[in-house]
């Protein structure tokens, strides 16, 4: 379930992605028709236009390795939900993937990793069946067990009637080398129990880390760059009208190049 769960949020992370480059390389083309136009007034060189060009070139680049890494996992999410060999065009649905980034911090994390993660609780079961197998052994050591009543009749005709206890002396089984094996069992149980819950709490703090640094840079980005290069992005979407001079088209370049991290948002 877990493995499902992340791997619908890189989707939806790379639909998102598509999506802004897409917007990304229609900036780039507006910047190139705004060159263009410079260009024949005598306003603008061959090579501004050139350059926006293989800014262009450069992004398609880049959309392209988007779309190749949203088709991968589009093909592993049909594998995880068993549908490995049905077609892998198909949208997620991105709303099912919005997470409050404040309500995780460091401490909830390690709890979720000690509570959801499917390999930590295989190795708990594993203890508890070992353990529950050496108190069977322990209870063991008495083979033979029986309990009842008793009628017998003596020389002078009386009855006697009472319980009768019958245990079996454990003269040279008393169990131990079973007790021996299930207690080893236990303990083998119990260490890789250990190990796998300390591999988990350090995964998911490292997760947290990059999860926290990742916040961190969006909000950077959302309050700074991404206001900053929508206002350029904005003029240079006006550089016709701007006076003769203005390089605005290398303007929106550079705000087409901001503008698709900015939006990113975090996987």
């Given at each position: 379930m877990a493995e499902v769960k992340s791997t619908h949020t890189r989707i939806?992370?790379?639909q998102?992605?598509?999506?802004l480059s897409d917007d990304n390389v229609a900036t780039i083309q507006r910047s190139i028709d705004s060159l263009d136009a410079r260009v024949r007034g005598g306003e603008g060189t061959p090579l501004d236009v050139n350059r926006a060009k293989q800014q262009q070139a450069k992004a398609q680049a880049e959309?392209?390795?988007v779309v190749?890494?949203?088709?991968?996992?589009?093909r592993r999410m049909l594998e995880l939900i068993g549908f490995a060999g049905e077609?892998?065009?198909w949208t997620a649905d991105v709303s099912a993937t919005v997470v409050s980034a404040t309500s995780i911090d460091e401490p909830a994390a390690i709890a979720l990793a000690a509570s959801q993660r499917l390999?930590?609780?295989a190795a708990r079961s594993i203890v508890e069946a070992q353990q529950a197998d050496l108190s069977v052994e322990e209870r063991s050591r008495l083979k033979d067990f029986g309990l009842g009543a008793d009628f017998e009749r003596d020389v002078d005709g009386k009855k006697t009637i009472g319980p009768v206890l019958e245990v079996g002396i454990p003269i040279f089984d008393t169990n131990a080398a079973q007790i021996a094996k299930a207690g080893s069992l236990a303990r083998v149980a119990l260490a890789s129990y250990e190990a796998v819950s300390q591999r988990a709490v350090r995964e998911a703090r490292v997760a947290w880390v990059e999860f926290d640094s990742a916040s961190r840079l969006a909000g950077q980005y959302r309050t700074t760059v991404l206001a900053i290069s929508e206002r350029n992005l904005t003029l240079a979407e006006a550089a016709p009208q701007v006076r003769p001079g203005r390089r605005d088209g290398a303007a929106g370049l550079t705000a087409g190049a901001y503008r698709r991290p900015a939006h990113v948002e975090r996987p």
């Open positions: 939806a992370f790379g998102n992605a598509l999506t959309r392209s390795l190749r890494d949203l088709a991968k996992e589009r077609g892998a065009e390999d930590v609780a």
